[in-house]
């Protein structure tokens, strides 16, 4: 069974730091690309970042670059996010998910998301 | 970089009716198909539909009263007949960029 399981995320005021991470089980996580997207409270899905299956590339958003960096470790099967210069408008659950091959970014699995909550 | 307009914002409805929500790209994407996600409160997305560059298909278990279509910078996911467990956020989406949603709610 596919698990994707986020943790990381808590309290912290502005201009702190944070790092999530993702826990992946149930299947081969070194094949796959991996993203994290975020929800902020009552508002919809936004994309933040994603990185290559070999780690070798990692893109994202615009409204992260240069503050947040994906990361991952395939021989502990676990992703990364490491937040820096935290906003309240980064305020939101992350979710991390997994991209289905030759798709257009389709997210077949995702995990439970985990809080982040920047206020001081 | 695009943007996908979903409306409307909420649909009121009634079980077993059909619905058909729309996703509108602010350019024509540079592949013609969408992925769709359903999400209820407190859970995380579910994939329903997704895209390659050559055509859409069902996520794994979802019922064939879902179905997605589209060409040029319209697409629509329709729900053949609702069922109770239909009534949710649906979002579009393509690579980096998602919809903001429409609310599909008990009427």
């Known amino acids: 069974e596919v698990q994707l399981v986020e943790s990381g995320g808590g309290l912290v005021q502005p201009g702190g730091s944070l790092r999530l991470s993702c826990a992946a089980s149930g299947f081969t996580f070194s094949n796959y690309w991996m993203s994290w997207v975020r929800q902020a409270p009552g508002k919809g899905l936004e994309w933040v970042a994603n990185i290559k299956d070999d780690g070798s590339v990692q893109y994202h958003a615009d409204s992260v670059k240069g503050r947040f960096t994906i990361s991952r470790d395939n021989a502990k099967n676990s992703l990364y996010l490491q937040m820096d210069t935290l906003r309240a408008g980064d305020t939101a659950v992350y979710y991390c998910?997994?991209?289905?091959?030759?798709?257009?970014?389709?997210?077949?699995?995702w995990g439970q998301g985990t809080l982040v909550s920047v206020s001081s | 970089e695009i943007v996908l307009t979903q409306s409307p914002a909420t649909l009121s409805l009634s079980p077993g009716e059909r619905v058909t929500l729309s996703c509108r790209a602010s350019?024509?994407?540079?592949?013609?198909?969408l992925s769709w996600y359903q999400q209820k409160p407190g859970q995380a997305p579910r994939l329903l539909i997704y895209s390659t560059s050559s055509a859409s298909n069902r996520a794994t278990g979802v019922p064939d009263r879902f179905s997605a279509s589209g060409s040029g910078t319209d697409f629509t996911l329709t729900i053949s007949r609702l069922e109770p467990e239909d009534f949710a956020v649906y979002y579009c989406?393509?690579?980096?960029?998602f919809g903001q949603g429409t609310k599909v709610e008990i009427k």
């Open positions: 350019q024509r994407p540079y592949i013609n198909y």
């Open positions: 989406q393509q690579y980096s960029v």
């Open positions: 998910a997994r991209e289905i091959p030759s798709t257009t970014s389709s997210f077949d699995y």
